[in-house]
């Protein structure tokens, strides 16, 4: 059929087809992020079947070598009364025909044609050809004409979007003789202005977001009065937002001799924790003669029965109240180990082939929105290096802006470590699904969980792929996320080989070497494990069926990168260390200071020699961090707390 097609164009048409199908209007660029942009197609006549057309868009630039990056099969679409078809992004008004994500027509110098066939016959990286070629537009924004792309598609005149220096706020038009125009865009209409004029009908309410219980005045309006009684049905439902979740009419009708018409949907105030939710107003079947100027309308809808965690956030943070949910024996392979030996055996156990896991990609955003929960409000992530709560609904999914959003952190930087996706990477399939992991598979740091993080969008951007202390967060952090970040990196640099940490600055450019360890020894030991990295820690191993050693034995660090490098690690002495539930002096032994991690207790300190003398005496909450200024020796600290006192030996090296 698409050959016989063809033949009927070769005898009534010359290679570049000014009757039939054509491009009729282009933008493509327009303000902040691209959403308007967008591809408009014309028929001869009215309600013309599309099949047998593709749309071609293609790459000019040195790298794209003029071949294909985008295609679309318009198989099962048809041109409307003005023989217009839409093709555009999510803030293209009226709606278009076919919708595109933000961002993906490219700038120029570029092209769009329109070929009979089907996206088949142009996989990603085909070379611009006049074979089967009906129309094309090659367009820039203040580029050099690409000579071998106007070769390629037979065509002399490469158009410029910015002539008048306003691209962003005009497009390019076609005339009626086959010539362009380049002014203000007038997406889905004829560009002369003649033709079949529509009634824009809009969806619109006095707010974006509202409470449960909350009452939603959901507006219809049309450009100018109808003429009669017109009826418009909607959907409001859209994933977990149901029917269970509002009462009230999704029929709305506008009265003859108006334009416009409220009704009004009550949500419901359940005391279930659904999560915040999304409620989407979409038009069902549109009456001829209508057009819509928006669709798909978003209402953020939060829920109130969100759960507060019994634990404290990094900015608060509280120690003991979540239990390490880590079998007694875990770690009882290390036991007596020490140098190389003890970084093998922990290898031994957190990349265990037999029993760790690796996922997609795809599925640390749900790990993280489990793992990253904010302690204050379970609707919510805590992001790391900006300190703050951000809605789980916020997730960055596609390109463009990504203000108010958050993404996924790698730690350990993705281009530093060489870390990469794949296609599978795409695709959610859940904790039940899962791939065989090793030492050497170091693709999946890509996916491993201890290794990502929530994080604001812009921040994400901003930080790059600095060595840590290069980078030290935002102006105004308070450092809380510190510590995470460096037990985190000592994990990566066990788990993967091909991963190190190391003194100083390499070059960004150096592939498996990141910095500065010194900068990362202070910050772990400054910033000790709280509850809220140890419930992130249990909530991976129920995924990833391994942990972070760092979390659950901070003192391991100084074993292999510090103060007790050579010794044996000792899991028995190591439970020793703490002076009892409540609390937990480290590191020990010591040189210049210890930190004293209480589980919400607050009393005094002091620090004898072995004489009696008191050495040092402060008051304590929780975390804090005692100088020392001792020489080396051993002396015996008393903690003083409700009327209790406790005795612990330290060791000052």
């Known amino acids: 059929m698409k050959n016989l097609y063809f033949l009927i164009f070769a005898c009534f048409c010359t290679k570049f087809s000014f009757g039939q199908l054509v491009i009729n209007e282009l933008d493509a660029d327009t303000p902040s992020t691209d959403t308007q942009e967008f591809i408009e197609l014309k ?43 839409l093709i555009g992004g999510p803030e293209v008004s009226p709606v278009p025909d076919f919708l595109l994500s933000e961002n993906t ?51 002399t005149e490469q158009i410029n979007e910015d002539e008048n220096n306003n691209k962003t706020t005009e497009s390019i038009q076609r005339n009626n003789d086959g010539t362009y125009t380049v002014t203000t865009p007038t997406p889905g209409a004829l560009n002369d ?8 009908i809009l969806i619109s309410t006095a707010n974006e977001s509202y409470d449960e219980g909350d009452t939603v005045d959901i507006i219809l309006t049309t450009e100018t009065n109808v003429t009669t009684d017109i009826t418009f049905d909607i959907s409001i439902t859209n994933g977990t937002f149901t029917t269970s979740d509002y009462s009230g009419s999704t029929i709305v009708t506008i009265p003859n ?8 949907i009550q949500i419901i105030d359940d005391a279930d924790d659904e999560g915040d939710e999304v409620m989407k107003i979409t038009f069902g079947m549109i009456p001829s003669g209508f057009k819509r100027l928006n669709d798909n309308k978003e209402l953020r809808i939060i829920d109130n029965d969100f759960v507060v965690s019994s634990w404290g956030t990094p900015l608060n943070p509280t120690y003991g109240n979540v239990t390490n949910t880590a079998p007694t024996d875990y770690y009882n392979s290390i036991e007596g180990l020490s140098d190389a030996a003890l970084v093998q055996g922990i290898q031994d156990i957190i990349a265990d082939p037999t029993v760790v896991r690796a996922h997609t990609y795809t599925d640390v955003i749900d790990i993280l929105k489990m793992a990253d929960q904010s302690p204050l409000n379970s609707n919510q992530v805590w ?3 900006t300190e703050q709560q951000r809605a789980k609904l916020d997730f960055q999914s596609s390109g463009g802006s990504n203000v108010g959003k958050w993404n996924r952190e790698h730690t350990y930087p993705r281009s530093r470590g060489d870390f990469n996706s794949i296609e599978a990477d795409d695709i959610a399939d859940g904790i039940n699904i899962f791939t065989v992991t090793r030492p050497d598979s170091l693709r999946h740091a890509n996916s491993d969980a201890h290794g990502l993080r929530a994080t604001d969008g812009p921040e994400n951007s901003s930080r790059g792929n600095q060595d840590y202390g290069e980078y030290s967060g935002p102006n105004g952090n308070q450092g809380s996320w510190q510590g995470d970040v460096a037990r985190s990196i000592f994990f990566l640099t066990v788990r993967y080989n091909g991963l190190d940490v190391v003194n100083g600055n390499p070059d960004n450019n150096t592939v498996g070497q990141l910095g500065d360890l010194a900068i990362l020894l202070d910050w772990h030991r400054n910033d000790p494990p709280d509850d809220f990295e140890m419930n992130r820690n249990n909530i991976i191993y129920t995924w990833q069926l391994n942990r972070n050693p760092f979390i659950d034995q901070p003192n391991l660090v100084e074993y292999i990168w510090g103060t007790n490098i050579g010794q044996p690690w000792s899991n028995t002495l190591s439970v020793q260390d703490n002076i009892k539930p409540e609390f937990t002096i480290y590191p020990n032994p010591a040189k ?20 009696g003398n008191i050495l040092i005496a402060q008051p304590f909450y929780e975390n804090t961090k005692i100088d020392l200024n001792l020489s080396t020796g051993v002396y015996i600290t008393r903690i003083y707390y409700d009327q209790i006192s406790e005795t612990k030996r330290i060791v000052v090296e």
């Open 257 to 264: 001799g108006t334009n416009t018409a409220t009704n009004t």
């Open 105 to 155: 027509i490219q700038n120029g110098a570029d092209a769009v044609a329109v070929y009979i066939g089907n996206s088949s016959d142009f996989p990603e990286g085909t070379v611009a050809t006049t074979t089967n070629l009906l129309d094309a537009l090659i367009h820039d924004t203040d580029d050099a004409d690409d000579m071998g792309l106007m070769s390629l598609l037979g065509l």
């Open 383 to 385: 992001l790391l290096y």
């Open 592 to 611: 210049d200071y210890i930190t004293l991690i209480t589980n919400g207790k607050q009393g005094r300190l002091e620090i004898f020699d072995t004489l």
């Open 193 to 200: 202005g003649s033709g079949i004029q529509f009634n824009g």
């Open 43 to 85: 028929s001869d006549t009215p309600n013309f079947s599309l099949n047998g057309f593709v749309l071609v868009l293609f790459n000019g630039s040195t790298s794209g070598g003029d071949s294909s990056y985008f295609t679309l099969d318009l198989d099962g679409f048809t041109t409307d009364e003005n023989g217009i078809f």
